[in-house]
Nanobody
Framework: QVQLVESGGGLVQAGGSLRLSCAASGRTFSNYHIAWFRQAPGKERESVASIRRTGYITSYADSVKGRFTISRDNAKNTVYLQMNSLKPEDTAVYYC??????????????????WGKGTLVTVSS
């Protein structure tokens, strides 16, 4: 089992920044690929950014490329999502997910082994 806890969400004006954190406990964190997802009201959960277990390979959805940065600190069992130049359309509940294996660039929601409970990000115009 891996327990994931997200934090760092909140209300921010358009153009602002937030940094989300995903703290893990349980099984060896460094064995897992980690990704951030988001789900806006009435929409399906979508992949935002993924980072491989070593931290050297990252992938991003086109909608956030150049604005969001995913990183991980395996010594602290934590993954971060730095979000800059936020837009109202970034408003959603953001979740982190962990997977032992996946292929391709972005980890898809149906490939996640463990989920956190999410943190709400609201971007006002």
């Amino acid at each position: 089992q891996v327990q994931l806890v997200e934090s760092g969400g909140g209300l921010v004006q358009a153009g602002g920044s937030l940094r989300l954190s995903c703290a893990a406990s349980g099984r060896t964190f460094s064995n897992y690929h980690i990704a951030w997802f988001r789900q806006a009201p009435g929409k399906e959960r979508e992949s935002v950014a993924s980072i491989r277990r070593t931290g050297y390979i990252t992938s991003y959805a086109d909608s956030v490329k150049g604005r969001f940065t995913i990183s991980r600190d395996n010594a602290k069992n934590t993954v971060y999502l730095q979000m800059n130049s936020l837009k109202p359309e970034d408003t959603a509940v953001y979740y982190c997910g962990a997977a032992l294996y996946y292929s391709g660039s972005l980890l898809p929601p149906d490939g996640v082994d463990y989920w956190g409970k999410g943190t709400l990000v609201t971007v006002s115009s």
